[in-house]
């Protein structure tokens, strides 16, 4: 292993990427004793008809599993034409992979003899564990410590099985009757039932499979594993993944980007609710809902997201079969207007754009389409459009090289023979460019046709509606701009300001005794200043001293109220601004005064702050999410911050491409472009400033929630300065482990 390691370094160049190599390595060996065994046992097989153990062994032994498969069940001699044993220890063979259908209280010692006998992995399709009760997850979790300590690797518990439908091990170890062709897919479910049906219309849409498995509770084996093997597996070329939950999302986020730089992930995360969500007491936290951690970590990582099953489906349709698109330029062809402005409609609401044509393609359209044709993109053929005209409309319209994308819609109008049309234009997609993708859109209550391509191609993707075909290419038009975009830096703070910044925190800590607590603003200031944010001079000081204090620091200044009680300044009156005389400090001070105490408070302290003139208001921040932990976010910034939500979250570490891409998401970044003659922004500055805060996480894993708000975005060139701020700490939630690491100066436990 060691010298795996050294290997891996060599390569890189990077200890901590070659470790995260090396355990990616790992994981994808572990799994092919799941996906590849030599020879199975199936612990609980029976010969009563409509039972799990009876369908599981029958699908293995039906789909032609290539190794030996051994019953074990100790009240029969023979089940469907196989010897059956009593024991697993009786087979006195290798055995690799047990499936284990035994009833719940018999799954532990079920899963012991199969460690005794050397077995590399099982799969528990029984349920009864962590999905049910406090009991169950107790059971769960000795089942895993079972398995790992003798180095094995188990799927489930609760789990409907695992096909491999490659020709060289053919193994179908599920209990639902579906035997998909096999093909490049490897898939994904949590759940078993909609594993099923997704498999089952998979079938019928003629997609094949390389591997598929349904991972039920994912005490072991989870997605992180099975995107390293698919990642090597030579059979998969897309991933399509069904999740309820991530066990390990940040190792998840550490693994993805560099599966999906070669391999497309299409994905459905369930649970988009926000129902539950716990009130917050930042704007950082309450912007934040729980699926914006799970889109933050899908942008990031170049996780296809779909919405639904059915665009799932859609999206691997094309991915599995054409190239990704190199822009989004479409080219389409039709012969009925309407569903062509359909199209164009869809297109354009998904950031794909219809260009003009060049004049030699509008030239050689004209030649054989007759003079009613619309020439315009689409191209509309009219219902008379022959199987001939169709196919020399392909073969003109997909060489044009203004479109990157092709689409082809057909409506039979029974004046030709459908099956015509398909030949037709199968022969014609195989003369457009292989860079480029064609699609087909079959309007038709007889279902879809299938277009297959001469050549390469292979079967065309086919879609019901134009707004399949358009959502899907633009997600793949997406996922192509993703994985063409640089990889990006991430930005350490060098070891100086790592000492003083752990000096504050942990002082602040001590004092709270290990509690939750939010950071006095000097400390605050130390903080920022240590990691290099810019922060508008202040000075915190008893209202008696304010004058004093203001002589000293200059005018014009900011008056800001300071007390536990009060959580957003504005709400009560306790921000004061453009202080520029002695005579309007003291005045302000009184006003301040008066209307806090109509409010029940004691105002004793203020905060004194050199005012910061012009610029834009923007959001830069940090929150936790219970799953996913701290989420970097940056969005408008001011008092209209929570009612616009105009926010963009990402995952620490987040590199200078994913913070500029932050920027980009914002419906407010036209305002650092200079808004109606408004000045422009130094959008570099908020770039380096969300990198510093995402930085400073990796520092002060106990932060819970900082809100940079309001940061003046100044002119270009001139920076971005905090003007108000606030950090709570807490180590609560941190492991022993974690905390013996921040003492010793390490990374946190992943």
Request: hydrophobic share 45%; net charge neutral.
């Amino acid at each position: 292993m060691e010298e795996t390691v050294r290997e891996y370094v060599a390569e890189t160049g990077d200890p901590t990427e070659a470790e995260h190599r090396r355990e990616r390595s790992t994981a994808a060996r572990s799994m092919r004793a799941i996906f590849e065994p030599r020879a199975v046992v199936v612990v609980g097989a029976s010969r009563q008809p409509n039972t799990i153990g009876a369908a599981l062994l029958h699908n293995l032994k039906r789909c032609g599993f290539r190794g030996p498969i051994y019953p074990i069940n100790p009240k029969a001699v023979e089940i469907e034409g196989l010897p059956a044993y009593s024991s697993v220890g009786a087979v006195g063979a290798p055995v690799d992979l047990a499936y284990i259908l035994v009833p719940a209280g018999q799954v532990e010692a079920a899963v012991r003899e199969c460690a005794d006998v050397g077995a590399r992995a099982v799969i528990v399709i029984t349920a009864g564990f962590g999905e049910v009760s406090e009991e169950g997850r107790k059971a769960e979790r000795a089942l895993r410590d079972l398995v790992l300590s003798h180095g094995m690797r188990m799927v489930g518990p609760n789990c409907m099985g695992v096909i491999n439908a490659h020709p060289d091990v053919s193994m179908n170890g599920t209990f639902v009757p579906v035997w998909p062709r096999a093909g490049r897919i490897g898939m994904l479910s949590q759940s078993g039932a909609l594993g099923y049906a997704l498999l089952d219309k998979m079938q019928s849409m003629d997609l094949g499979v390389s591997t598929f498995i349904s991972v039920g509770n994912k005490a072991d084996v989870s997605g992180n594993d099975l995107l390293a093997y698919w990642a090597e597996d030579p059979h998969t070329d897309v991933i399509m993944l069904y999740l309820e939950s991530f066990g390990n999302p940040r190792k998840f986020g550490r693994v993805t980007p560099e599966v999906a730089r070669r391999k497309p992930i299409v994905a459905v995360k369930s649970g988009r609710s926000t129902a539950g969500s716990r009130a917050a007491s930042s704007h950082s936290a309450a912007l934040a809902s729980p699926d914006l951690a799970v889109e933050a970590l899908f942008e990031q990582a170049g996780v296809i997201r779909t919405d639904t099953p059915e665009q799932l489906l859609d999206v691997v349709m094309l991915l599995s079969s054409q190239p990704i698109p190199a822009g989004p330029r479409v080219g389409v062809i039709t012969n009925a207007g309407g569903p062509g402005i359909l199209l164009a409609d869809a297109c354009e609401v998904h950031g794909l754009a219809l260009p003009e044509f060049s004049s030699e393609t509008i030239d050689n359209l004209r030649t054989f389409l007759p003079f009613q044709a619309g020439m315009a993109n689409p191209i509309d053929m009219i219902a008379s459009a022959t199987p001939e005209q169709y196919g020399r409309a392909v073969e003109v319209v997909g060489s044009d090289p203004k479109i990157d994308s092709l689409i082809i819609i057909y409506l039979p109008p029974h004046l030709h023979p459908p099956e015509e049309v398909t030949q037709a234009l199968g022969r014609a997609a195989a003369t457009v460019p292989a860079h480029k993708p064609v699609l087909t859109v079959f309007m038709s209550a007889k279902g879809l046709a299938p277009v297959v391509a001469e050549g390469t191609r292979g079967r065309l993707p086919c879609y019901g509606f134009p707004e399949n075909a358009a959502l899907a290419l633009s997600a793949a038009e997406r996922y192509g701009r993703w994985r063409r975009r640089p990889r990006g830096n991430i930005l350490a703070l060098d070891p100086s300001a790592r000492t003083a910044i752990r000096a504050v925190v942990d002082r602040a800590l001590d004092k709270e005794s290990g509690g939750s607590v939010w950071l006095e603003p000097t400390d605050l200031a130390a903080i920022l200043k240590s990691a290099g944010v810019d922060f508008a001079p202040a000075e915190e000081t008893d209202i008696s001293q304010a004058a004093a204090v203001a002589e000293r620091m200059g005018y014009p200044l900011v008056l800001k109220a300071l007390s536990e009680q009060i959580l957003h300044k504005s709400d009560v009156g306790g921000v004061v601004l453009g202080i520029r005389s002695r005579e309007q400090l003291l005045a302000a001070v009184e006003t301040m005064s008066g209307r806090l105490a109509a409010a029940g408070i004691d105002l004793r302290r203020v905060l004194l702050q050199r005012e910061i003139g012009g610029g834009i208001e923007a959001l830069v921040g940090v929150t936790t999410d219970r799953t996913f932990g701290p989420l970097v976010v940056c969005g408008l910034g001011g008092v209209l911050v929570e009612l616009l939500r105009d926010a963009a979250f990402r995952i620490p570490p987040v590199s200078d491409i994913d913070a500029g891409a932050m920027v980009d998401k914002l419906r407010a970044r036209r305002l650092l472009d200079g808004y109606r003659g408004r000045p422009p922004g130094d959008r570099e500055a908020l770039i380096l400033m969300i990198q510093r805060i995402s930085a400073l996480i990796e520092l002060i894993p106990e932060m819970k929630e900082l809100d940079l708000n309001p940061v003046k975005v100044l002119e270009p060139g001139s920076g971005a300065v905090v003007v108000d701020a606030r950090l709570r700490l807490s180590s609560g939630s941190l492991s022993g482990s974690d905390q013996q690491n921040i003492r010793q100066g390490k990374h946190l436990t992943v």
